[in-house]
């Protein structure tokens, strides 16, 4: 559906995507990377609004760049949050309907449809100035929606929206993807992606990194040591019975603080063990998190890789 | 679609709160007008009209077409609801164009009650004059001229509004008054032979200079309408291949 072949993108001497080549089937892809990793530059590529540098970009085997017949099969929800403020999110859903070619009777009715879906019918008739960003991103997406089209692409789609939002959100994005329609949604909180698909772009500073299933990436992270930071007031009891897992590689224990820092190159293993310190032996632990759940620690775990 | 977008960047550009602001500026304008008429040494209506019309109106008009001008895109970039406009079915070709007339007609129709502001205050004109009559024809092609080269300024450069006030207030009212040839260079100077207002050699040279009429029109009406035709013309085609060609999107979104 979207194809893209050697694309690259300069601003000035910044290169803001670097040679990439992919395909994005039907369903939810998720683009995933930290902020100026290109994510917004591969969504406007395909948008049309802006040109690679080099390379190519296809939508439905064309090129988007003033291609304006084909943006009747995109859908676009951008990152930015500005609006026509005066209007009210009706008057703005309508507009944008009416930019789509729609008559004033058939866009009254498909702007009321889709702010039903998107939960808005009741809070959409003042004006857009006073609206909450949960409200805004609703609102955005009505307005990529109202034409039904092939292609949704969503930047940056669950900023700002609350727990039960996002969950409506997501489950409304489920429901597009079942219909066959292709959804690209870009995000840089891992968390979200997860819940959201697992076929994944993993882009970092204008480089495609991975591609492909999240399991799969997931699964190269792990070969690589994984930090776990335990709390506990017992700290050198517990460091004495991980010590002789076979599956923990180090541990140590930091200066003047109630942590033990363990490092597994089995993770799942590691997690499962642990009710047994506790259960078998009496031993007290606060709380554990690993540092190396976050976006940041995959990235650099896949440019070392 | 092109009536649509025409239609909705019209109502934009001339939202209530802007009307009533250019309302203002109408009536300030023709306070100023009856003021300068009661002290004005010649007091045939139509001279003082010939004189003061292009001293004011025609400034007014130039003002409003920088300003909606840069409604056009420049404003849609900066707020970044350009997207909404360029990920829509339309061709890009028929967004400036839509946009680009919705934005002459606004510059026209606030210069209008300019027009009859002014006309009502000076004593024994009123709008339905034959002068008055001229100005609103050559007011309406000016619309059209300032708008398509003040809009393609704001394609091509930042900062436009300011270089579009220095061509209007600088360029255009120093050149329209030089000898030679550089008179022709002014969107002006074609803009005033359509007018056709009387002009007074008795008054002083500074009022004479305001007016641009230090040396009188050396154009024909039928030269003035084929320059100011043609000028148009290439405008709107060139607004439409360059806002076709290139790329839009708000400066800082650019990773």
């Known amino acids: ?305 | 679609m092109v009536g649509y977008l025409y239609t909705s960047a019209l109502k934009d550009f001339l939202r209530p709160m802007r009307v009533l602001g250019w309302l203002v500026v109408a009536v300030v304008v023709g306070l100023l007008a009856m003021f300068l008429s009661q002290n004005m040494a010649l007091r045939a209506p139509l001279a003082q009209y010939g004189q003061i019309s292009p001293t004011l109106t025609y400034k007014v008009m130039a003002l409003a077409a920088a300003i909606f001008a840069s409604n056009v895109v420049s404003q849609e970039v900066e707020q970044k609801t350009i997207v909404y406009l360029l990920t829509r079915p339309i061709p890009r070709a028929h967004i400036i164009l839509a946009r680009t007339l919705a934005s002459a007609t606004a510059t026209f129709l606030v210069t209008l009650m300019t027009v009859f502001a002014v006309s009502i205050m000076i004593r024994d004109v009123g709008p339905f004059n034959a002068a008055v009559m001229h100005d609103i024809k050559a007011l309406a092609l000016a619309s059209l001229a300032y708008t398509g080269l003040f809009t393609f300024v704001t394609l091509i450069i930042n900062k436009a509004m300011i270089v579009n006030l220095m061509f209007a207030f600088g360029w255009e009212l120093a050149v329209v008054n030089m000898t030679g040839s550089a008179y022709y260079l002014s969107i002006n100077s074609y803009v005033l032979t359509l007018a056709n207002h009387v002009e007074s050699p008795e008054y002083k040279a500074a009022t004479r200079f305001f007016a641009g009429q230090i040396l009188g029109p050396r154009i024909s009406d039928a030269t003035a309408y084929v320059v100011l035709g043609t000028l148009i013309l290439a405008l709107m085609g060139l607004l439409m291949y360059w806002f076709s060609k290139f790329e839009f999107v708000p400066r800082e979104d650019t990773e």
Not at chain 1, 49 to 76: A, M, N, S, W
Not at chain 1, 265 to 273: L, T
Not at chain 1, 280 to 287: A, K, N, R
Request: aromatic content about 6%; charged content about 25%.
């Open chain 1, 1 to 305: 559906m979207i194809e893209f072949e050697n694309a690259s993108r300069w601003y000035g001497e910044v290169i803001g995507l670097n040679d990439i080549t992919c395909s994005i089937p039907t369903g939810i892809t998720a683009l995933l990377g930290q902020n100026g990793a290109g994510k917004s530059t591969m969504i406007r590529l395909v948008t049309g609004q802006l040109k690679p540098t080099t390379g190519r970009v296809l939508v439905r085997g064309e090129i988007p760049f003033g291609t304006p017949d084909l943006y009747r099969h995109l859908g676009y929800c951008p990152e930015i949050d500005n609006f026509y403020e005066r209007m009210t999110g009706r008057q703005f859903v309508r507009h944008m309907g009416r930019l789509a070619g729609f008559t004033a009777t058939e866009t009254k009715r498909l702007a009321d449809e889709s702010i039903e879906i998107v939960g808005m019918s009741d809070r959409c008739d003042k004006p857009i100035l006073g609206y909450s960003k949960g409200m805004r991103q609703r609102i955005k997406l009505a307005q990529a929606m109202i034409h039904d089209p092939d292609i949704i692409l969503l930047d940056e789609p669950l900023n700002g929206l609350d727990p039960v939002g996002r969950r409506e959100f997501m489950d409304l994005l489920g429901k597009l993807a079942a219909r066959g329609k292709t959804i690209v949604v870009s995000s840089h909180i891992l968390f979200e992606v997860e819940q959201l698909t697992r076929s994944i772009l993993l882009l970092h500073r204008g480089r495609l990194l991975a591609t492909g299933d999240l399991g799969a990436i997931r699964d190269l992270i792990d070969k690589h040591p994984h930090r776990i930071t335990i709390q506990t007031p017992q700290t050198r009891e517990v460091a004495s019975h991980l010590v002789t897992l076979p599956f923990v590689l180090n541990v140590s224990l930091p200066e003047h603080d109630q942590t033990v820092e363990v490092q597994t190159r089995e993770p799942d293993q590691f997690y499962s063990f642990l009710p047994t310190l506790t259960l078998e032996h009496g031993l007290s632990i606060q709380s554990f998190e690993s540092p190396d759940n976050n976006l940041e620690s995959i990235f650099q775990y896949l440019v070392e890789a």
